[in-house]
């Protein structure tokens, strides 16, 4: 939605008056560097411009000609770790929200689509490496398993990867060191129907369906590098310059990350599991990038899509009408679904107080155990005054 103006009057309220007027002073900076790109892009853009047209890599959505409007839907997840005095309050969700449809087509869902977990953990720093794992297989289960035609992740296409290796890697070095995080067991068990997930959704092979990964943040210059680009400005911020309502870019092989993808499998001895990795990070590697401004009212947007998906008229069709219909909302500037289950799920954080008292009414109505009020109180708070510091 449109932001809203800042409110001079309470927004710095908590702050020293002498910190406000430093940092006020010191903003004009923001400026100076945001007139200093524009107009490097001024000097620039119709030189990119005839450049993309010249390699054949700058086309217009309606060169597809007309494609009915897909279905679609957008998937997006959150975690969040509230460290209570002796346990640390764990909570990862995903959702899955229906696009905006047409009515003259069929809606699969009447309400949003979710897997949550929640529960209490000893305290470790590893709780939220391995949280995120999980999340992150609620995230593909249920993008998995959408009806749609067309979705949407949030993040790009290899973020599921990156942060299961982690979690994976932290599991390992506990085991070695004998203290196996109890949340370990839950993201193991869903390990396999992960990993079956995800090489499904990155290998593009089903026709009738299509996983697309819309980063809103990335600083990957694929575009830049590969045509020798002289502004040092990442890819999607010069194309939202460049393009006109209802361009695209692309595809180009999505840049590959400094340290090579890499899943260690649980079992070191499953081979099995180490050669569908194989074909995995294989499958990521020959991800393509498009970048498609559907509409003056939004920055230019960054697909990350299968091969079989950018290099097929039709289903490139399909894909970029999806997206189309589903950014005509103004002041939304991403598909509305992504949207919406980026704003519904990001609640959790703020859910917190509420579920930590939902379990204090259940303990002070359990009659079977008398507790003492003082030990409830401070067992269920946190380590910060106001609400608990999650």
């Known amino acids: 939605m449109v932001e809203e103006p800042f409110d001079f009057q309470t927004g710095f309220t908590e702050l020293p008056m002498g910190l406000v007027e430093d940092l006020l002073s010191q903003s004009s900076k923001l400026a100076e560097h945001v007139r200093k790109h524009i107009q490097e892009m001024e000097q620039v853009k119709k030189e990119?411009?005839?450049q993309l047209k010249h390699e054949g890599v700058l086309r217009r959505d309606g060169d597809f000609g007309y494609y009915d409007v897909p279905t679609s839907c957008g998937v997006d997840g959150a975690y969040a770790t509230e460290r209570l005095l002796a346990?640390?309050?764990c909570v990862a969700a995903a959702v899955a929200v229906e696009g905006i449809i047409p009515p003259s087509t069929q809606s699969y869902w009447s309400a949003p689509q979710h897997k949550a977990y929640a529960d209490?953990?000893?305290h470790s720093d590893d709780t939220p490496v391995i949280l995120r794992a999980l999340m992150m297989e609620f995230e593909l289960e249920l993008a998995e398993q959408a009806p749609h035609d067309v979705v949407f992740l949030d993040g790009s296409m290899a973020t599921p990867i990156i942060l299961m290796d982690q979690a994976i890697n932290r599991l390992i070095e506990q085991t070695k060191q004998g203290t196996y995080h109890a949340l370990a067991v839950k993201v193991l068990d869903g390990f396999p129907t992960y990993l079956k997930n995800y090489l499904n959704m990155s290998s593009g092979k089903r026709s009738d369906k299509i996983w697309v990964a819309s980063p809103k943040y990335s600083s990957n210059r694929e575009f830049g590098k590969v045509l020798g680009w002289r502004i040092q400005m990442d890819d999607r911020a010069v194309f939202t310059y460049v393009l006109e309502a209802g361009e695209f870019a692309g595809p180009v092989q999505m840049q590959r990350p400094a340290r090579m993808w890499h899943l260690t499998p649980p079992d070191e001895n499953d081979e099995v599991t180490k050669q569908q990795i194989e074909k995995l990070i294989n499958q990521l590697t020959s991800l393509q990038v498009l970048?498609?401004?559907?509409t003056a009212m939004v920055p230019a947007m960054r697909l990350e899509v299968?091969?079989?998906?950018?290099?097929?008229?039709?289903?490139?069709?399909m894909l970029l009408q999806a997206v189309k219909h589903q950014?005509?909302?103004?002041?939304?500037?991403?598909?509305?679904?992504?949207?919406m289950a980026d704003r519904m799920v990001k609640h959790i954080g703020a859910a917190m107080?509420?579920?930590?008292?939902?379990?204090?009414?259940?303990?002070?109505?359990?009659?079977?155990?008398?507790?003492?009020?003082?030990?409830?109180?401070?067992?269920?708070?946190?380590?910060r005054s106001e609400s608990g510091g999650y």
């Open 48 to 50: 990119i411009r005839e």
């Open 87 to 89: 346990l640390d309050y």
């Open 120 to 122: 209490a953990y000893p």
């Open 291 to 294: 970048y498609y401004r559907p």
């Open 306 to 317: 299968p091969a079989p998906v950018a290099t097929n008229d039709t289903r490139l069709a």
């Open 327 to 339: 950014c005509m909302t103004p002041g939304v500037m991403e598909p509305f679904p992504l949207y």
């Open 353 to 383: 107080p509420a579920l930590r008292q939902n379990a204090t009414t259940a303990l002070t109505e359990d009659g079977t155990v008398v507790l003492n009020m003082d030990n409830v109180f401070f067992s269920l708070h946190g380590y």
